[in-house]
């Protein structure tokens, strides 16, 4: 089975053991491969509708903090 998803066979051992190490990528080629394509978007979780890109990706600002007493 490894051999078809493109994946070594250690990798596919940790697929099947429910290791979090291995890449998403390989689990999702898995699961096109087997057929299971609708569990892929069962693992995205929904965001809300409010929430957009640029707000995600924006830095968080600091404020500068203030000198400090002697």
């Known amino acids: 089975m490894s051999r078809i998803i493109g994946i070594t066979i250690p990798t596919y051992r940790k697929i099947e053991s429910g290791d ?17 394509t609708d569990a892929l978007g069962e693992l995205i979780p929904e965001t809300p509708i409010e929430m957009r890109l640029e707000d995600l990706l924006a830095p968080v600002r600091k404020h500068a903090s203030r000198p400090r007493n002697k």
């Open 20 to 36: 979090g190490t291995i890449e998403f990528r390989h689990v999702a080629r898995a699961l096109g491969i087997l057929g299971f």
